[in-house]
């Protein structure tokens, strides 16, 4: 497909989402909500077939030496299915919140003025890897009443396009208009180029990817951006805490899975309880592979607790570097700081403003930390593996925002709406 053709193709997606998008935005609950639970059932009765499509992504994306934490994403377990089976519904047994009115108020004048929130419209989505994203885009698009175009990445096509057939035929079984949802069919570059710069078709668009990616479309784009950068998240470990809890939450958010953006990269340990928290979570990520870049302090109280990692190679020294680092691999940055006041400083300085959590006993130093930490997810006494729409209750999420505007953090269905304001008069006229 030559650069005329992209062009041609894509303002054809683009005009067929802006018509799809009247009939969604005018969708009855009872509407969506079919489709989301005929969703659901499709993708579990399905594996069989996806799990063959997603194969060839991944037989492709190993012979082309992908890394394995990328093709790791590409993965469609029968876990993943059935969690975005639960995602759609979830998000069906959600309230519609399309047309609702909120803080309406009598004025003066006598008119009543409030705010109504609607769909934005259709927005694109730029997305690597992860062929989930292709139903947790879906499913909260049409649920939010909107249409979107979907771009996933050339190392997922087949997997992509599996799933998409499946949005599809459900739309089509409830009576929605199938270009509701629909996936860029090629692989060229330029439909990004062209995606991003539709203006009279799309409202927003959503990175979901590399930093490369996620640059190149905030740089290029003539549409609104909602997105984050990195995920360098942080766990710090307070005096005083439950040091068994402690080395528990510090596994879970680095080692539960390496690859999303809410692991943990960063480890933050108060000096009061470093020698009795660091060799045991030392330990730990020794015994699971992890290397850890250590401040000198920290690696001190490492080699002296646990002599084997030195020979094993796990213990090396940061660099200034390693504290921006967003590792996507067992790796992670240790430093020993005096306490709360150093932590957040460090935080709010190094980190990428994602997720970052305390594990602490102390109320006060728990308040200040979600006060204080600028980040679009704070945390006491858990994972930052939980930073994510489904185990927020959003159904899913369409991606997670570090901005301030017009979402942050986990991005559901709210994230896809906007409100106008809607005035209710009996003939009032301004005097």
């Known amino acids: 497909m030559n650069a005329l053709n992209v062009a041609e193709y894509m303002q054809s997606l683009g005009l067929q989402a802006r018509q799809a998008s009247a009939r969604m935005s005018s969708a009855s609950a009872a509407e969506k909500?079919?489709?989301?639970?005929?969703?659901?059932g499709k993708l579990r009765a399905s594996f069989d077939a996806l799990a063959s499509d997603n194969a060839r992504d991944l037989e492709k994306a190993?012979?082309?030496?992908?890394?394995?934490?990328?093709?790791?994403?590409?993965?469609?377990t029968p876990k993943i299915l059935e969690t975005l089976a639960q995602g759609c519904e979830q998000l069906a047994a959600m309230p519609d919140i399309i047309g609702e009115v909120i803080g309406l108020t009598q004025q003066p004048s006598g008119i009543r003025v409030?705010?109504?929130?609607?769909?934005?419209g259709v927005f694109g989505m730029v997305f690597e890897s992860r062929p989930n994203v292709t139903i947790e885009a879906a499913s909260l698009s049409i649920k939010s009443g909107n249409a979107c175009i979907l771009r996933g990445g050339s190392e997922a096509i087949e997997s992509n396009k599996a799933l998409a057939r499946l949005v599809r035929e459900s739309l089509a079984e409830a009576g929605l208009p199938e270009d509701a949802v629909q996936l860029v069919q090629t692989t060229d570059r330029e439909a990004v180029g062209q995606l991003i710069a539709m203006p009279q078709y799309v409202d927003v668009i959503i990175p979901r990817g590399g930093k490369g990616l996620i640059e190149r479309i905030s740089r290029d784009a003539k549409v609104p951006v909602i997105k984050h950068l990195d995920g360098n998240c942080h766990v710090y470990v307070d005096d005083p805490c439950d040091v068994d809890m402690a080395v528990t939450l510090a596994d879970n958010a680095k080692t539960q899975k390496?690859?999303?953006?809410?692991?943990?990269?960063?480890?933050?340990?108060?000096?009061?309880?470093a020698a009795r928290f660091l060799p045991r979570i030392g330990a730990v990520y020794a015994a699971k592979g992890v290397?850890?870049?250590?401040?000198?302090?920290?690696?001190?109280?490492?080699?002296?607790?646990?002599?084997?990692?030195s020979p094993n190679g796990l213990l090396k020294d940061a660099t200034e570097q390693d504290w921006f680092e967003e590792y996507l691999a067992p790796i992670i940055s240790i430093k020993v700081v005096a306490g709360v006041d150093e932590a957040i400083a460090h935080i709010n300085h190094y980190s990428s403003h994602h997720t970052d959590a305390i594990v602490t006993r102390d109320h006060v130093h728990a308040q200040r930390f979600l006060r204080e930490v600028d980040s679009a997810s704070v945390m006491v006494n858990a994972s930052t593996r939980f930073a994510d729409g489904f185990e927020y209750g959003l159904g899913a999420e369409i991606g997670i925002s570090t901005d301030k505007f017009h979402a942050r953090g986990p991005v559901g269905i709210e994230g896809l709406t906007s409100l106008k304001w809607v005035?209710?008069?009996?003939?009032?006229?301004?005097?």
Request: hydrophobic fraction near 45%; aromatic fraction near 2%; charged fraction near 30%.
């Open 33 to 40: 909500n079919r489709v989301l639970r005929t969703l659901a």
């Open 62 to 76: 190993r012979a082309a030496g992908l890394a394995e934490p990328m093709v790791d994403r590409l993965k469609l």
């Open 114 to 120: 409030g705010r109504m929130r609607v769909p934005l």
């Open 258 to 273: 390496y690859s999303p953006c809410n692991a943990s990269e960063g480890l933050l340990v108060a000096r009061g309880v």
């Open 291 to 309: 290397e850890m870049r250590c401040d000198a302090e920290a690696r001190a109280i490492l080699e002296k607790g646990f002599d084997k990692l």
């Open 423 to 431: 005035v209710l008069g009996q003939g009032e006229i301004r005097q």
